[in-house]
């Protein structure tokens, strides 16, 4: 197959870039601005911007499939990075793009804990952005990954930066949330798996690691991957965050929002169900990420 992909080029993206090569898939890639330096056999880059669909439209002819990776966890309005720009208005760019070119299939990324009554603004335009798909009249199928762990993480990677920085760990209320992770290798062998199962067309699927965390728990595992026989923690009342948040976080230094401490403290879980469709063992936590966190 053909597959255009939008958000490809960021840490998820490799990953499913490396897994739709592997399955002999050819991709057109939408960038910002073509690269030949290190481009890859078997990928095609074509300049664009998925929120201006003017501009990338013509370039979903003659494929087989769409696939929407784009995503931001933080919004800088003063960038022109919000939620409803990369999160709502690209998702419909590319539906409209692909109902013209005649594609049928999609695939879209969202995130486990997607509800449209939501507080943190985060999911819900996630939600949005899937009404969008469901409405599009397009063989759909949608992922909502847990957070994802890989060599190139941004989650994973700043805990261990702070751990090997500073004696202690902030830990937002009391830690004991439950996290579920997953390795991004096994996300991206979920979306280009649903490209040869039928009957993955319509369906939402939740996706989770095998291993249960409390966040607690998760700084103990990133711990002893770096080596360490203990990890201290200073406990943050989350009374005091929900004050504190709120005045800094417009601040691009400050490293948290009021939208993350939402999604954090409400947990990231799921049944697992989504392993009777994709018959794979996925990675565990702990070896996972000790494969790329060194000491």
């Not at 929407?68 to 793009?97: D, V």
């Not at 403290?265 to 990675?283: E, H, L, M, Y």
């Amino acid at each position: 197959m053909l597959i255009f992909l939008a958000g490809g080029t960021g840490f998820v993206g490799g990953h499913v870039r490396q897994a739709l090569l592997a399955r002999g898939h050819s991709i057109r890639l939408l960038v910002h601005r073509r690269r030949t330096e290190g481009a890859e056999p078997g990928i095609e880059q074509v300049e664009g911007d998925a929120t201006n669909l003017a501009s990338f439209a013509d370039a979903v002819k003659g494929c087989d499939a769409t696939i929407n990776l784009i995503g931001i966890i933080r919004e800088f309005p003063s960038r022109g990075l919000t939620f409803q720009k990369l999160h709502i208005e690209a998702t419909r760019n590319i539906l409209s793009a692909a109902r013209t070119a005649g594609v049928k299939r999609h695939i879209q990324m969202s995130a486990l804990g997607t509800r449209a009554d939501s507080t943190a603004r985060y999911f819900k335009s996630k939600f949005e952005a899937e009404s969008a798909v469901r409405d599009s009249g397009l063989d759909y199928t949608i992922f909502r990954p847990a957070i994802i762990f890989g060599p190139a993480d941004d989650f994973i990677n700043k805990l261990a930066g702070m751990m090997r920085a500073f004696p202690a760990m902030p830990v937002i209320g009391d830690g004991e949330y439950q996290l579920q992770p997953i390795a991004a290798a096994d996300v991206a062998r979920c979306f280009t798996e649903a490209l040869d199962k039928p009957e993955t067309i319509g369906q939402t699927y939740d996706l989770c690691g095998p291993d249960r965390l409390s966040y607690n728990a998760l700084l103990d595992a990133i711990g002893k991957a770096l080596g360490k026989s203990k990890v201290l923690k200073v406990k943050n009342p989350l009374p005091l965050m929900r004050l504190i948040v709120p005045l800094l976080e417009g601040f691009s230094f400050f490293p948290i929002t009021s939208d993350q401490i939402a999604m954090l403290v409400q947990g990231n879980t799921c049944d697992g169900s989504w392993r009777k469709t994709f018959a794979f063992q996925p990675i565990r936590f702990e070896p996972g990420i000790k494969s790329y966190l060194k000491p």
